[in-house]
C-alpha cells in the first residue's frame, strides 16, 4: 500500500501552554515553527526504511498496512510536541501483492505524458 499523508501542529506546543499557566520555562522546542514540525515527521518516516517520498504538501509511505500506519502514528506523534492539536490528512493507495508502487505508479504517468506529446499539452 502507499500512503500519502500531511501532519500539521496546531495551538501552542505543550510546553509552552504549560509555561504560560506559570509552570517550567518551554523547551526549546518552538510553538510557531511549522516547518520544524514537519521536519521530524519526516525525519521518523525517513529513519522507517520504508520507500518514501516527501513534496510540497505531502509525504508518501510504501509498505504493509501494520508498518505504514506504525510509521503514520509516530510522525503524527512526533509532530504533537509543537502543538496542543494535530490535524491529519492520508490517503492510502491499498493495492494487496504489489510493490515498488511508489516509483512505479510516476514512472507510468511520465511514460504516458510523453507518448501524448506536446498536442495534447493542457
Known amino acids: 500500500m502507499i500512503v500519502a499523508f500531511s501532519v500539521a501542529p496546531s ?11 506559570g509552570g517550567d520555562a518551554p523547551s526549546s522546542v518552538p510553538s510557531d515553527s511549522v516547518h520544524e514540525a514537519v521536519a521530524a515527521a ?26 505504514v ?11 504533537g510536541r509543537y502543538g496542543s492539536r494535530v490535524s491529519l490528512v492520508l490517503k492510502a493507495d491499498i493495492r494487496p501483492g504489489r510493490t515498488g ?13 510523453a507518448q501524448q506529446g506536446p498536442e495534447h499539452a493542457g
Open 42 to 67: 519526516v525525519r521518523v518516516v525517513r529513519e522507517s526504511g520504508l520507500p518514501n517520498r516527501t513534496s510540497s504538501m505531502f509525504t508518501e509511505i510504501e509498505g504493509d498496512w501494520d508498518e
Open 69 to 79: 500506519m506504525d510509521v503514520v502514528k509516530r510522525a503524527t506523534e512526533a509532530v
Open 11 to 21: 495551538g501552542p506546543a505543550p510546553d509552552a501552554a504549560r509555561a504560560a499557566a
Open 101 to 113: 508502487e511508489i516509483e512505479g505508479k510516476v514512472e507510468r504517468l511520465e511514460k504516458a505524458v
